[in-house]
T-cell receptor, first 116, second 115 residues
């Protein structure tokens, strides 16, 4: 019940394309869904996060779509650039209730390559 | 923005020795810190939750006597890998939650190689 399943494992797009990465979760107690970007040898950096009370959130070129009934959420990267080439992780956590917040369950990761 | 610093960033140790990794919140207080382990090209796996002034809570399958976690202050948590073996070689990452509980910050990670 703690799993977060992420797909695809890898993704290659051309510059300007819109890569889409999908995640599905099982635990209905999760109520915080962040996406992280990780470059080789570095720690993950928060890109954008969403709570289940909204179906979409945009920050710059990054958009999260959230489907509560399907227990799925996805990341869209608009106008992708070669500098976006990295590994992307979705994650889930319990937000409300204090002590569990920050205890993240990560998806398997997606290696994104954006060709010039 | 808030920074979480890990030290050392890279360490090589001999089998059987112990090595300590520090995680510091530089400009905020963190009542809770989390330790993750990441193998090459794999996801982050939560090892334990570290609460200031109390014992850490370990995830299932993580040996608490091998991975000693101490959170002695609101800005510092340490992970000590005891009697290290080559299979302990990994990328260890900490994250810190600020005292208001609203934001999580990740460190840059520490590469451990056991030879």
């Amino acid at each position: 019940q703690q799993q977060v399943k992420q797909s695809p494992q890898s993704l290659i797009v051309q510059k300007g394309g819109i890569p889409i990465i999908n995640c599905a979760y099982e635990n209905t107690a999760f109520d915080y869904f962040p996406w992280y970007q990780q470059f080789p040898g570095k720690g993950p950096a928060l890109l954008i996060a969403i709570r289940p009370d909204v179906s979409e959130k945009k920050e710059g070129r990054f958009t999260i779509s959230f489907n509560k009934s399907a227990k799925q959420f996805s990341l869209h990267i608009m106008d992708s650039q070669p500098g976006d080439s990295a590994t992307y992780f979705c994650a889930a956590s319990r937000y409300a209730g204090g002590t569990s917040y920050g205890k993240l369950t990560f998806g398997q990761g997606t290696i994104l390559t954006v060709h010039p | 923005g808030a920074v979480v610093s890990q030290h050392p960033s890279r360490v090589i140790c001999k089998s059987g020795t112990s090595v300590k990794i520090e995680c510091r919140s530089l400009d905020f207080q963190a009542t809770t810190m989390f330790w993750y382990r990441q193998f090459p090209k794999k996801s982050l796996m939560l090892m334990a939750t570290s609460n200031e002034g109390s014992k850490a809570t370990y995830e299932q399958g993580v040996e608490k006597d091998k991975f000693l976690i101490n959170h002695a202050s609101l800005t510092l948590s340490t992970l000590t890998v005891t009697s290290a073996h080559p299979e302990d070689s990994s990328f260890y990452i900490c994250s810190a939650r600020d005292v208001f509980g609203n934001t999580i910050y990740f460190g840059e990670g520490s590469w451990l190689t056991v030879v």
